[in-house]
């Protein structure tokens, strides 16, 4: 596909808009953010695949659609197959002299639970196949469509309706995340030239990375972490501010790895404490010292898992 330019700022990016207004998201919805985000970035020739989760059922409440291109629902099981056949589709179809169409970005938009959990078999196979496909893992962290349920993706000590804080599990949800970076990215999925993480709070990190993945020949990965103020308990109107504070406490790490080649693009030179970040949440409100300690010693040995140069804040 056509490489398009960097973007160096916010007011150099395109002024067209793919994802446009009217949609039943929540108010302040990071998903959402993403989407128009995406959208900008890529631009006109882009056909979307929108396995079922809120960017789905919110975006297209009832029988309508806030996109400006082409667009697909998938089932929350398949968003890497159907994507894949329609790459396979346009691919043969230009061989064969049937359409005269430029290639189109492909762009699966799946949410957590489409992403890496019950959609990551076809997610794998699609990347394994190496077919030219940007997989998108809009993350908000958990099964939220459904009414915030816990998700691979949702954090050690985050209350769900799945895992509700009680006297035999005083810390909510007891695991700790799935790494979506390290399943698909860095060697385990070898035709992934391209995996990043951004976040809507960074957005034109975020539209570059876009433009990058799909200037790859072949998969990409782009795991969004997208605040959701519903699920997430806080008020609409603190997205981006929460989008920050994640990467400022180490909540979540901002990096690309091309051609197995790791890089940092916004990282503070320290590290705030990781309970700042979870005063802001009231799915955080019932965590104990000793379930903060957990959750800083985990933040703590994820930025040096992932070589992060960064100084730390102590366990308490
Ligand atoms: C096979 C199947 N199982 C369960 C569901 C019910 N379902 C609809 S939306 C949804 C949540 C999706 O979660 P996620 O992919 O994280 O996206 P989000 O809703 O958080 O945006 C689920 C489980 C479904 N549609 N299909
Ligand atoms: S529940 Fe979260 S992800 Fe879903 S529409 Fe609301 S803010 Fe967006």
């Known amino acids: 596909m056509a490489v398009a330019e960097t973007i160096k700022s916010i007011a150099q990016a395109p002024a067209e808009e793919y994802y446009l207004p009217g949609h039943r998201t929540c108010a302040g919805c990071g998903p959402?953010?993403?989407?128009?985000?995406?959208?900008?970035?890529?631009?006109?020739?882009?056909?979307?695949?929108?396995?079922?989760?809120?960017?789905?059922?919110a975006n297209?409440?009832?029988?309508?659609?806030?996109?400006?291109?082409?667009?697909?629902?998938?089932?929350?099981?398949?968003?890497?197959?159907?994507?894949?056949?329609?790459?396979?589709?346009?691919?043969?179809?230009?061989?064969?002299?049937?359409?005269?169409?430029?290639?189109?970005?492909?762009?699966?938009?799946?949410?957590d639970g489409g992403a890496i959990d019950i959609g990551l078999q076809a997610a794998s196979a699609m990347m394994y196949r190496g077919h030219d496909v940007l997989f998108v893992m809009y993350d908000n962290e958990s099964y939220a469509n459904t009414g915030i349920?816990?998700?691979?993706?949702?954090?050690?000590?985050?209350?769900?309706?799945?895992?509700?804080?009680?006297p035999?599990?005083?810390?909510?949800?007891?695991?700790?995340?799935?790494?979506?970076?390290?399943?698909?990215?860095?060697?385990?999925?070898?035709?992934?030239?391209?995996?990043?993480?951004a976040s809507v709070a960074y957005p034109v990190d975020l539209m570059n990375k876009v433009r990058k993945?799909?200037?790859?020949?072949?998969?990409?990965?782009?795991?969004?972490?997208?605040?959701?103020?519903?699920?997430?308990?806080?008020?609409?109107?603190?997205?981006?501010e929460v989008g920050k504070l994640a990467v400022e406490t180490g909540m979540w790490f901002i990096y690309e790895i091309e051609n197995g080649v790791k890089k940092f693009n916004i990282m503070p030179k320290k590290l705030k404490p990781v309970?700042?970040?979870?005063?802001?949440?009231?799915?955080?409100?019932?965590?104990?010292?000793?379930?903060?300690?957990?959750?800083q010693a985990w933040v703590n040995a994820k930025a040096q898992f992932l070589g992060a140069e960064v100084t730390l804040p102590p366990v308490q």
């Open 32 to 57: 959402a953010l993403a989407y128009r985000l995406i959208a900008k970035a890529a631009g006109k020739n882009t056909i979307f695949i929108g396995p079922t989760g809120c960017m789905y059922v």
């Open 60 to 111: 297209t409440s009832y029988a309508c659609g806030p996109w400006a291109v082409p667009w697909t629902h998938a089932q929350i099981t398949n968003g890497g197959a159907v994507a894949s056949g329609i790459e396979a589709a346009f691919k043969m179809m230009i061989k064969k002299g049937k359409i005269k169409d430029e290639f189109p970005n492909i762009i699966v938009m799946a949410g």
């Open 149 to 166: 349920q816990t998700s691979p993706s949702t954090p050690y000590g985050a209350t769900t309706m799945f895992t509700p804080a009680g």
């Open 168 to 197: 035999e599990i005083p810390e909510a949800k007891k695991f700790f995340p799935k790494d979506p970076m390290a399943i698909f990215c860095g060697g385990g999925h070898p035709e992934v030239k391209y995996g990043a993480t």
């Open 213 to 240: 993945g799909l200037a790859y020949e072949g998969p990409a990965f782009l795991h969004v972490q997208c605040p959701c103020p519903k699920g997430w308990t806080f008020p609409a109107d603190k997205t981006v």
């Open 275 to 295: 309970e700042e970040y979870l005063q802001t949440q009231g799915r955080f409100s019932h965590l104990q010292p000793e379930h903060v300690a957990k959750l």
